[in-house]
């Protein structure tokens, strides 16, 4: 590994990160992108080449090397890199500049390069409104239809590492990263205003992500999984733990523009808390999608304020929440919800384990629009105040799983038995519901709705249960 000093190869490192104007004297800074691109354009395998950025630079856009084998390493949130006005690129970006490339390109995907790290800098992506600070092409965001300007934009590549890197005021998404695997995030502070302005933006395909210690307050999505956009694939094995949101939502998950595409598998969700204007998790973007499209998301040890935990607009395999706290931000919200377009969608299994439902008249699940949701399973749920467990209009369940659930303060599973096929579990005599006997399980002790007392079906004849 070759190790550069910034001020060692002309950079004048004049730069203010908090406006672009030269320190001390407050007038132009020096552009010091040149420099720093010709030093690292020999980066290869056999010559990896690490960029010591030891002051504050100015810069036209870094267009490193596309193959990778470099990094990027700070002195500290002090030092770092301020993107001139008028750039109309990206901050920083592997290959030549971004404005050359289709944002979009589709399938298939080219093979990647490997070993990227940037750590222990600041990168402002000088946002502006389209007319002034990087984008000057009248729409702040970047080029409408061609291409977006992000403050760091990685494609093609394994093997990605960023750790305590600041990124704030960018035209577009603070990150994002296309074709991608093996990437490691840990310790970063993301923060713009705006939509457009997702936190990391991953498009397909990718794989095996790790994400932690992150602090997201951004005016769009904090994480994107987007299937269909880039060169287009599947994603998998996504985890984010630790981490602190203040967002338009946690994470959005899709597969498809419309029709049976990609696949999202593996998704895990931990200690995290967040405050967001939409559901916290946004499952797809238009109905149509192969069944089990997103599959084992497990959200767990959460703390969330949102309208709702789950939007769903796209089918789903399973589903698990554990010891999620919701807060809702409306009386009407519920942990699993209808999002936009609010056609039918099929879901396979959703679980609860442990979670709380603090705010009034919600509910933890809401079926709607003639959706399915073949098994919902409580194991441990309590609510502050709500009308029913689930509520179903125009939707149905298949399976409905009462193991454990503090009933004190919800007033009845559901508004619609004639929609669920068959209730069960542990813990339905102890809600103290009652339940027609036609939806009854056999061998699960329940209240009969009929008679008012405790019964239980054998061979699907209903009999007085004598509790032992």
């Known amino acids: 590994m070759t190790y550069i000093r910034a001020s060692q190869i002309g950079c004048a490192l004049d730069c203010d990160l908090r406006n672009g104007r030269k320190l001390q004297t407050g007038g132009p800074a020096t552009d010091?992108?040149?420099?720093?691109?010709?030093?690292?354009?020999?980066?290869?395998?056999?010559?990896?080449?690490?960029?010591?950025?030891?002051?504050?630079?100015?810069?036209?856009?870094?267009?490193?090397?596309?193959?990778?084998?470099?990094?990027?390493?700070?002195?500290?949130?002090?030092?770092?890199?301020?993107?001139?006005?008028?750039?109309?690129?990206?901050?920083?970006?592997n290959g030549p500049p971004a404005a050359a490339i289709p944002?979009?390109?589709?399938?298939?995907?080219?093979?990647?390069?490997?070993?990227?790290?940037?750590?222990?800098?600041?990168?402002?992506?000088?946002?502006?409104?389209?007319?002034?600070?990087?984008?000057?092409?009248?729409?702040?965001?970047?080029?409408?239809?061609?291409?977006?300007?992000?403050?760091?934009?990685?494609?093609?590549?394994?093997?990605?590492?960023?750790?305590?890197?600041?990124?704030?005021?960018?035209?577009?998404?603070?990150?994002?990263?296309?074709?991608?695997?093996?990437?490691?995030?840990?310790?970063?502070?993301?923060?713009?205003?705006?939509?457009?302005?997702?936190?990391?933006?991953?498009?397909?395909?990718?794989?095996?992500?790790?994400?932690?210690?992150?602090?997201?307050?951004?005016?769009?999505?904090?994480?994107?999984?987007?299937?269909?956009?880039?060169?287009?694939?599947?994603?998998?094995r996504v985890a984010v733990d630790n981490c602190a949101f203040d967002s338009f939502s946690l994470m959005r998950l899709y597969t498809t523009f419309g029709g049976p595409w990609d696949k999202i598998d593996t998704v895990s969700v931990s200690n995290c808390s967040g405050t967001l204007a939409t559901s916290a998790f946004e499952i797809g973007l238009a109905s149509g999608s192969r069944l089990n499209s997103i599959d084992n998301v497990i959200i767990s040890d959460c703390r969330l304020t949102a309208p709702a935990v789950l939007g769903v607009a796209e089918n789903f395999g399973n589903i698990s929440l554990r010891n999620v706290t919701f807060i809702p931000r409306s009386?009407?919200?519920?942990?699993?919800?209808?999002?936009?377009?609010?056609d039918p969608f099929v879901g396979g299994s959703l679980s609860f384990q442990n979670c709380s439902f603090s705010g009034n008249g919600g509910m933890a699940a809401f079926?709607?629009?003639?959706?399915?949701?073949?098994?919902?399973t409580f194991s441990g749920f309590a609510a502050h105040a709500s009308p029913l467990l689930v509520g179903i209009v125009s939707g149905s369940i298949g399976q409905l799983i009462v193991d454990s659930v503090n009933s004190s303060n919800i007033g009845a599973p559901t508004n619609d038995f004639a929609s669920i096929g068959s209730v069960s579990g542990a813990g339905v005599l102890a809600t103290g519901w009652e339940f027609p006997d036609a939806v009854m399980a056999d061998g699960v002790p329940y209240i009969s709705a009929s008679t008012g007392l405790p019964s239980i079906k054998i061979n699907g004849v209903v009999q007085p249960y004598l509790q032992p």
């Open 32 to 93: 010091d992108g040149p420099r720093i691109n010709a030093a690292m354009a020999g980066a290869t395998a056999d010559h990896p080449i690490t960029l010591i950025i030891d002051g504050s630079a100015l810069i036209s856009g870094l267009f490193l090397p596309a193959g990778g084998h470099w990094g990027i390493a700070g002195l500290g949130c002090g030092t770092g890199f301020f993107v001139k006005s008028g750039t109309n690129n990206d901050g920083i970006h």
């Open 103 to 236: 944002f979009d390109p589709g399938p298939p995907a080219p093979a990647r390069g490997a070993n990227v790290s940037l750590s222990n800098f600041t990168l402002n992506g000088n946002r502006g409104n389209g007319f002034s600070g990087n984008s000057t092409s009248g729409t702040r965001q970047g080029v409408t239809g061609r291409v977006w300007y992000c403050g760091i934009n990685l494609m093609n590549l394994d093997n990605i590492t960023i750790e305590k890197v600041v990124v704030v005021n960018t035209p577009a998404y603070h990150f994002r990263l296309s074709n991608v695997g093996n990437v490691k995030v840990s310790g970063c502070v993301l923060r713009s205003k705006g939509v457009n302005t997702d936190g990391l933006h991953f498009d397909g395909p990718a794989n095996d992500i790790a994400i932690s210690g992150c602090d997201f307050r951004t005016g769009d999505d904090s994480i994107a999984l987007n299937c269909p956009e880039g060169h287009s694939g599947d994603i998998s």
């Open 331 to 342: 009386s009407r919200a519920s942990f699993l919800a209808p999002a936009p377009p609010f």
């Open 367 to 376: 079926v709607g629009n003639g959706s399915i949701i073949e098994k919902v």
